[in-house]
DNA sequence: CACCCTCGAGTTCA
DNA sequence: CTCGAGGGTG
């Protein structure tokens, strides 16, 4: 998919594409003669998903291709509306919106009041009532024709048979939205949970009953199947309305179809053609349903112009967003005097006199590609997903972890499925779950590799019943040195500039057959320029993959010191780690564009030898074993000799290292190959000690002007930067913690903090900025000028003024 | 036995 | 930056 696309043109195609699927759906429901090929209807929805998949914000409720099975489903009785249900035109931007308003404005001629509310993402519903009395629900459909779900519709809570009250004409069509709340999708994903243990169960009694063997495992697999976790709240209200809940006649599937049922929301927004209402304005019309007793959302607002209604749709787009008890996906405004939608009347597919301004969405839908297992430096074994590219929440995104193989299983997740995506917090991708109607047959189940794929070696679980499977060649998997090479040079641990994911990948891979590659770590120190510029690697196309030639024959570039461009190379993840060496790709990357430096690495490399004990500690790997253990044990003990000479108990007796930590310090340095580690990381002249300290036990001179003290610093402190800052903190004797909790003294914050801030907020502590910070660390807490007098009265927080 | 804290892993962005 | 796991502390 390499077509340049702007959104407008790809709006313009996905209308055009949507009125023709339509008519020719309607075409189709009419009994009328085949005006188009089968071929040529499914490459018009084709092209339409490929569109929505490119821009997702395209998609929306009524596109016929979230329509199943080319829209009115044969297990259902259609049902024509009498009015048609309109869709409405969509909106993206706030300037959209205001043009709209402004149009609207000057075709009435006066002055307009705007009724906002919420666009619930959920399902439209057609409630038809005669002489008070429900005669049938049917969903959208194509807008003319739906489906028949009068027969589930009856256990939605909120829907009555018989409306209430006065002044209902003969025959009406209340038009609404079935949705599942955020917290009863919760609930319902729990309770399903439970009906999958009833299953397996009950599967078990049968099977004693008849006294055959049980299976338990694939007594599992099937209730995963029956009873499958629910992806998201709109994919679950569709699912749940249109079960064929009259036909089920075993107990538990009619049971748990009843729970999904009555799970559902339903929050009604309008009638059908209605010639002679008896009230003036749309939001009154809201409280005569309301007087009929069926529930309407207690999310709109009238609000008096354009830029108040603005305002609404701002409020709502952000924090606000998330305080709903339902999915968001826009907002629907509506021009609330009556009379005006008249006059400003309606063109075929969408009614002028409103408009829905459709937010970001925050959850899409994409393909799952395909399930890859990576390893981590610490040889865990971790699948995730690799999805076509997506904009989600603002940013691109590809891949996200699935952490093991059973939350694979969980989520129920195929290869070639259509996943819900997220970003939890909005930052960290998460994949929810299947669009299980989207299944074509095509989709195959991950299998978690028996074996390492970077080493070969089985994998195995570290512990008894722990779910993660880990490497046990923690020496020589390529993987593992490569992670902890890589954590060697990173900043929480010898900070090493060129010693990243590429430079660690560059150093450790063993792809070119003449060099030997860094078997482990224990020969990081010793590498000279001699034996780097020998290691090369092959130049691959970025397009075709092939080897690039010149006259003298295969182009070889030298590595590490030499900058290289990766480049993600999706045909190399169908390989084995084996051939993906012998390609020349590294991981799923291929090198693109290769460039010189080498002095600059060995030069960074022998700044390291001299720094902190505590960053060659964590450089060690060990387990337990991070900076601020390694800063409390360097402090204590002053050489990484002290600390291999010490027993159990000693190790135990420094502040913050307790029983597990010893043991695990234990157990390293009794380890050969670590033991090698030290020894030639020794001899190349690695400190490992802290001049002039006077030796183990030494407790820190306990001083400073922080003694005593706990500060968080969180987002951009001005003239620090994010070490500075901790540094700064610890060298004044303060404890530099990395969460706020209610033991933290101060928190430093800067533009672009966080939920540390907020929670510190939420604490009642103490809140100082750059300057102040500064002089916290250099002068101490009774140097900070005094704090206000907190107000004991209105209003909560004091304003934060600079 | 509660907290509260740190570790470790994963991800994407500027 | 966030989460879960599992550590340490009072």
């Known amino acids: 998919m390499t077509e340049e696309l702007s959104l407008e043109q790809a709006r313009d195609e996905a209308e055009g594409l949507t009125t023709r699927i339509l008519e020719l759906r309607a075409a189709y429901y009419d009994r009328d003669a085949q005006v188009a090929s089968d071929e040529e209807y499914d490459a018009l929805v084709l092209r339409l998903e490929e569109l929505e998949r490119l821009f997702p914000e395209l998609q929306s409720q009524d596109s016929p291709t979230q329509t199943v099975g080319g829209g009115v489903s044969e297990l259902f009785d259609p049902v024509v509306h009498a009015e048609a249900m309109l869709s409405l035109d969509n909106v993206f931007s706030e300037e959209e919106f205001l043009d709209w308003a402004t149009k609207v404005e000057r075709d009435s001629g006066r002055k307009v009041a705007f009724l906002c509310e919420l666009k619930i993402d959920g399902l439209a519903i057609n409630l038809r009532y005669e002489r008070g009395l429900l005669v049938s629900a049917a969903t959208r459909g194509n807008g003319q024709v739906g489906d028949d779900v009068t027969a589930n519709i009856r256990y939605v809570p909120g829907i009555l048979e018989r409306l209430e009250g006065e002044g209902h004409p003969e025959i009406v069509e209340i038009r609404g939205e079935i949705f599942l709340a955020k917290a009863a999708f919760e609930r319902l994903n729990e309770g399903l949970a439970g009906f999958r243990e009833r299953y397996v169960a009950r599967a078990e009694e049968r099977a004693a009953a008849k006294g055959r063997p049980f299976d338990r495992e694939k007594s599992e697999d099937a209730a995963k199947r029956r009873f499958p976790a629910l992806a998201n709240p709109r994919n679950a209200a569709s699912g749940g309305l249109r079960q064929q809940i009259e036909k089920k006649d075993d107990e538990l599937d009619r049971e748990a179809g009843l729970a999904r049922l009555e799970s559902l929301s339903l929050y009604v927004h309008g009638i059908g053609a209605w010639p002679d209402p008896p009230v003036a304005a749309q939001s009154e019309v809201y409280g005569l349903i309301s007087g009929w007793g069926l529930p309407t959302s207690p999310y709109f607002r009238v609000e008096p112009d354009a830029g108040a209604a603005a305002e609404f749709i701002r409020t709502y787009g952000g924090e606000q967003r998330h305080s709903v008890e339902h999915e968001i996906d826009g907002v629907v405004v509506k021009v609330d005097e009556l009379a005006l939608h008249e006059e400003l009347g309606a063109t075929s597919r969408a009614p002028r006199w409103a408009t829905a301004y459709k937010y970001p969405p925050e959850q899409v839908n994409t393909k799952l590609l395909d399930i890859v297992v990576s390893v981590g430096r610490t040889g865990r074994a971790t699948p995730f997903a690799i999805m076509e590219k997506v904009r ?277 340095f009794a380890v050969d190959w670590h033991q090698e580690i030290v020894e030639r990381w020794t001899a190349a002249g690695v400190r490992f000690a802290i001049p002039g300290h006077p030796g183990p036990g030494a407790a820190a001179a306990a001083g400073g002007v922080l003694a005593g003290l706990t500060v968080v610093a969180t987002g951009s402190l001005e003239g620090y930067t994010r070490e500075g800052a901790q540094e700064a903190i610890i060298a004044a004797g303060g404890k530099a913690a990395s969460s706020v909790s209610k033991k933290t003294d101060f928190v430093a914050w800067g533009p672009g903090a966080g939920s540390k801030l907020a929670k510190a907020e939420a604490l009642g502590l103490r809140l100082i900025e750059a300057a102040e910070f500064r002089i916290l660390v250099e002068q101490g807490p009774d140097a900070l000028p005094p704090l206000p007098e907190p107000e004991p009265e209105p209003d909560g927080e004091p304003a934060e003024e600079a």
């Not at 510029?533 to 182009?555: H, M, N, P, S, Y």
């Not at 800063?631 to 000479?645: K, N, T, V, W």
């Open 392 to 668: 989600v929440a603002g940013s691109e995104v590809r891949q996200a972890t699935l952490h093991n193989q059973d939350v694979v299983k969980v989520k129920g997740v195929l290869i070639g499925d259509t996943v819900v995506l997220r970003k939890a917090g909005d930052v960290i991708p998460e994949v929810l779950g299947p669009v299980a109607e989207l299944r074509d047959g095509s989709e195959r189940e991950f299998v978690m590799p028996t074996d390492c794929p970077e080493c070969g070696t089985p994998l195995r679980p570290m512990k008894e019943g722990d779910i993660d499977l880990r490497c046990p060649n923690a020496q020589s998997c390529p993987a593992q040195v490569r992670g902890r090479v890589e954590h060697i040079g990173s900043r929480g641990g010898l900070d090493i500039e060129g010693l990243g994911e590429v430079g660690a990948a560059a150093l450790t891979q063993p792809e070119v057959p003449e060099v030997p590659p860094l078997m482990t770590e224990a020969r990081l120190f010793e590498l000279t320029a001699e034996e780097l510029l020998e290691i090369e690697v092959i130049v691959r196309d970025a397009e075709t993959g092939l080897e690039k030639e010149d006259e003298d024959g295969v182009v070889r570039r030298r590595m590490p010191f030499q900058k290289v461009r990766l480049e993600y190379a999706p045909e190399a993840v169908d390989l084995t780690a084996a051939e993906r060496r012998k390609q020349g790709f590294r991981k799923d990357f291929r090198v693109v564009e290769p460039s010189a430096q080498l002095v600059k690495l060995l030069a960074e490399l022998e700044k390291a030898k001299t720094k902190d004990l505590w960053r060659q500690l964590v450089s060690l790997n060990i387990r337990h074993v991070g900076p601020v253990a390694s800063r409390a044990l360097a402090q204590y003990f002053g050489s990484l000799e002290a600390i291999r000479a010490a027993t159990r108990d000693e190790l135990a007796a420094v502040d913050g290292v307790g029983g597990i930590i010893a043991d695990a310090l234990i157990e390293w």
